[in-house]
């Protein structure tokens, strides 16, 4: 729950965020983010990397509860299997189930500021997933202390500290290194009165010089959680879910913005324990998974205006289940782009991506992109590529009493098209539009193919389309007061629609979220989010098609006191009961905290 100890702080980080937004459009060499994820604590007493992407325009968190417990992550209306972290250019997958595409075990305070990837974009930095990746990047270590803790009207509880020191060496190049560890403990994470726990540590080591930086990060984190009623499982059955992460990452990167070069290697075991009462008995699923991924780019200048980048990754995906089987599977990627300057402002990409799968058919990808620089405050682009996914092993293989998996599901395959265009008059103002028409082949999602239907089924529902419009407004109304908007307009069309869609067809028709940053003093922060969004129909959802969203936060620092923060956070303030899963009654009900945190 760290906040900068000096506002003026916050609003430079701000501002350095929406113009990284711009940047990062372009695909310019890669560069180091020194702007952090922790610029709000609207989020409470929630610490996770999901709780602080929740006002991130661009991505979508979609909780079971709170966030901290388990959440989905929706790029422009996709599915939870098509969205996931990317760390350093490695995409964090969960090949169990996908679910938990945003977990990481690292802390929000020691990762950059996000950058949502879509397109040409998303493989031009790395490995990403089926519709785009919420980008982050490590921090570069300084000396700091990090002390947290915070309650909650329900009981809830939560502590966290960590440090970050660094030493400097010949050339004035640096070593950095620090430690991190958290303790949760929150009850009634939602109507149903699912409770949360958590315990998590770790370490990291940072070698930085004027060529690269390296890091090695490794981390742990053990949680706990109700699941009663999710899933699409009869809420009279109690259930709980109890996951261990143990991560590895090692990542290398260069600051030549002639001749970029990335290298990462990322090692995981992610141990899942669902547990369910049945009148009959326990039902129990017991997972571990074990992800090796080693991925690296480099971007080779043949001359001025033309050069290539090349792209690799190999990963291995292994299982050990009681419910889903044992399976090892391995993917390889290589991709291919090469860039030229046609004329003054105009730059072209055209390339090719290959991914090769050890258990389907492999896929040969196009890449396609033109940039145009306007004007110094204009730029505009248009762009095509496709990507693949592969099921997941619950999706092929799982058996429960809420839903069905289905061993002989293809790839699903997405082909996207958009043209876009960012304005930035000023450093007080910047504007993004982006229009979008993506198609997804052999789509995968979670169906009840009739109303006689009592579970969820995974099946292949045939093609989608998707035809959206995404824009992005922020302007500094007064020198202490940042407004931004963002509008996400969605239409989707299915072959083979069925009676009830979990995921695939149940999304935001319209999505508009406000935000509001006031630094009244330099001693008050007030930070306001109002979200509202209109979902499509579904014939198991209950109650309203919209829901609204409001949260505030309220922050104080001392006099004479720059490193102490106090903050009262309220979320859900008109206690909106919308079902974020159609026929699901789980829903995070009002909730109010006061946290305390210290940073020097």
């Given at each position: 729950?760290?906040?900068?100890s000096k506002?003026h702080?916050?609003?430079?980080?701000?501002?350095?965020?929406?113009?990284?937004l711009?940047?990062?459009?372009?695909?310019?060499?890669?560069?180091?983010?020194?702007?952090?994820?922790?610029t709000?604590?609207?989020?409470?007493?929630d610490?996770?990397?999901a709780?602080h992407l929740?006002h991130?325009?661009?991505?979508?968190?979609i909780?079971?509860?709170?966030p901290?417990?388990?959440?989905?992550?929706?790029?422009?209306?996709?599915?939870?299997?098509?969205?996931?972290?990317?760390?350093?250019?490695?995409?964090?997958?969960n090949?169990?189930?996908?679910?938990?595409?945003s977990?990481?075990?690292f802390?929000?305070?020691?990762?950059?500021?996000p950058?949502?990837?879509?397109?040409?974009?998303?493989?031009?930095?790395?490995?990403g997933?089926?519709a785009g990746?919420?980008?982050?990047?490590p921090?570069?270590?300084?000396?700091?202390?990090?002390l947290?803790?915070g309650v909650?009207?329900?009981?809830g509880?939560q502590?966290?500290?960590?440090?970050?020191?660094?030493?400097?060496t010949?050339?004035?190049?640096?070593f950095?290194?620090?430690?991190f560890?958290?303790y949760?403990?929150l009850?009634?994470?939602?109507n149903?009165g699912?409770?949360m726990?958590s315990?998590?540590?770790?370490?990291?080591l940072?070698?930085?010089s004027?060529?690269?930086?390296a890091?090695?990060?490794?981390?742990?984190q053990e949680?706990?959680f109700g699941?009663?009623?999710?899933?699409?499982?009869?809420?009279?059955?109690?259930?709980?879910?109890k996951t261990?992460?143990?991560?590895?990452?090692?990542?290398?990167r260069?600051?030549?913005?002639?001749?970029?070069?990335d290298l990462?290697l990322?090692?995981?075991e992610?141990?899942?324990d669902?547990r369910l009462?049945l009148?009959?008995?326990?039902?129990?699923n017991?997972?571990?998974?074990?992800i090796r991924?080693?991925q690296?780019?480099y971007?080779h200048?043949?001359?001025?205006?033309?050069?290539?980048?090349?792209?690799g990754a190999?990963?291995?995906?292994e299982?050990s289940s009681s419910n889903?089987?044992?399976?090892?599977?391995?993917?390889?990627?290589?991709?291919?782009l090469?860039?030229?300057?046609l004329?003054?402002?105009?730059?072209?990409?055209?390339?090719i991506?290959?991914?090769?799968?050890?258990?389907f058919d492999d896929?040969?990808?196009?890449?396609?992109?033109?940039?145009?620089?306007?004007?110094?405050?204009?730029f505009v682009?248009?762009?095509?590529?496709?990507?693949?996914r592969q099921?997941?092993f619950?999706e092929?293989?799982?058996?429960?009493p809420g839903?069905?998996?289905?061993?002989?599901l293809?790839?699903e395959?997405?082909?996207?098209?958009e043209?876009?265009a960012?304005?930035q008059?000023?450093?007080?103002?910047?504007?993004?539009?982006?229009?979008?028409h993506?198609?997804?082949?052999?789509?995968?999602?979670?169906?009840?193919?009739?109303?006689e239907?009592?579970?969820?089924?995974?099946?292949n529902?045939?093609?989608?389309?998707?035809?959206g419009?995404e824009?992005l407004?922020r302007?500094?109304?007064?020198?202490?007061?940042d407004?931004?908007g963002n509008?996400?307009l969605l239409?989707k069309?299915?072959d083979?629609?069925?009676?009830?869609s979990?995921?695939?067809?149940?999304?935001a028709?319209?999505?508009?979220?406000?935000?509001l940053?006031w630094?009244a003093?330099?001693?008050l922060r007030?930070?306001?989010?109002?979200?509202?969004?209109?979902?499509?129909?579904?014939?198991?959802?209950e109650?309203?098609?919209?829901?609204w969203?409001t949260?505030?936060?309220v922050?104080?620092r001392?006099?004479?006191?720059?490193?102490?923060?106090?903050?009262l956070?309220?979320s859900?303030?008109?206690?909106?009961?919308?079902?974020v899963?159609?026929?699901?009654?789980?829903?995070?009900?009002?909730?109010?905290?006061a946290?305390?945190?210290v940073d020097?």
């Amino acid at each position: 729950m760290k906040i900068h100890s000096k506002l003026h702080t916050i609003t430079a980080v701000s501002l350095f965020a929406f113009s990284s937004l711009q940047a990062e459009t372009e695909l310019s060499p890669l560069l180091v983010q020194d702007s952090p994820l922790v610029t709000s604590q609207i989020t409470g007493l929630d610490d996770s990397v999901a709780a602080h992407l929740q006002h991130t325009p661009g991505v979508r968190v979609i909780s079971q509860g709170i966030p901290g417990g388990q959440s989905d992550l929706s790029i422009r209306g996709s599915t939870f299997q098509g969205a996931g972290l990317s760390l350093g250019g490695l995409a964090l997958r969960n090949p169990q189930t996908e679910h938990f595409h945003s977990e990481i075990s690292f802390p929000a305070w020691w990762l950059s500021a996000p950058v949502i990837r879509t397109g040409v974009g998303q493989i031009a930095y790395g490995e990403g997933h089926l519709a785009g990746s919420v980008a982050l990047y490590p921090l570069r270590v300084q000396d700091r202390r990090v002390l947290s803790a915070g309650v909650d009207q329900e009981g809830g509880f939560q502590v966290q500290g960590g440090f970050q020191h660094t030493e400097e060496t010949l050339h004035r190049n640096t070593f950095g290194m620090g430690a991190f560890g958290g303790y949760a403990d929150l009850p009634n994470v939602d109507n149903l009165g699912n409770d949360m726990e958590s315990i998590r540590a770790g370490g990291q080591l940072q070698y930085h010089s004027h060529f690269g930086q390296a890091d090695v990060w490794f981390g742990f984190q053990e949680k706990t959680f109700g699941t009663t009623g999710y899933y699409g499982v009869n809420p009279d059955f109690r259930s709980e879910e109890k996951t261990e992460d143990l991560h590895a990452i090692a990542l290398w990167r260069t600051f030549d913005p002639e001749r970029p070069f990335d290298l990462g290697l990322s090692i995981r075991e992610f141990k899942d324990d669902y547990r369910l009462d049945l009148p009959t008995g326990e039902f129990r699923n017991q997972h571990t998974s074990d992800i090796r991924m080693l991925q690296s780019g480099y971007r080779h200048p043949f001359a001025h205006d033309f050069g290539v980048t090349v792209r690799g990754a190999v990963e291995q995906e292994e299982i050990s289940s009681s419910n889903l089987g044992n399976f090892d599977r391995y993917r390889v990627s290589g991709t291919l782009l090469p860039d030229a300057l046609l004329t003054e402002g105009v730059r072209v990409y055209a390339g090719i991506r290959a991914e090769v799968f050890e258990d389907f058919d492999d896929e040969i990808l196009p890449l396609a992109r033109i940039e145009f620089t306007v004007s110094p405050t204009l730029f505009v682009y248009a762009e095509y590529n496709e990507s693949v996914r592969q099921p997941s092993f619950t999706e092929l293989n799982y058996e429960s009493p809420g839903s069905l998996g289905n061993s002989g599901l293809s790839t699903e395959t997405r082909e996207n098209f958009e043209i876009g265009a960012n304005w930035q008059p000023n450093q007080e103002t910047f504007a993004s539009a982006a229009l979008f028409h993506n198609t997804s082949k052999n789509t995968v999602d979670w169906i009840r193919s009739s109303p006689e239907s009592t579970r969820f089924e995974a099946e292949n529902i045939g093609k989608v389309d998707t035809l959206g419009l995404e824009l992005l407004v922020r302007q500094t109304v007064l020198p202490n007061l940042d407004v931004t908007g963002n509008l996400v307009l969605l239409d989707k069309d299915g072959d083979n629609e069925p009676h009830a869609s979990r995921y695939a067809l149940d999304y935001a028709e319209q999505l508009l979220t406000v935000q509001l940053d006031w630094r009244a003093t330099d001693l008050l922060r007030v930070e306001a989010t109002q979200s509202w969004l209109n979902q499509s129909k579904n014939e198991l959802r209950e109650g309203s098609d919209s829901q609204w969203l409001t949260s505030v936060a309220v922050h104080f620092r001392p006099e004479n006191m720059e490193n102490v923060e106090f903050s009262l956070t309220g979320s859900n303030l008109f206690d909106d009961d919308f079902q974020v899963f159609a026929g699901q009654n789980t829903y995070a009900e009002r909730r109010f905290s006061a946290s305390v945190s210290v940073d020097w």
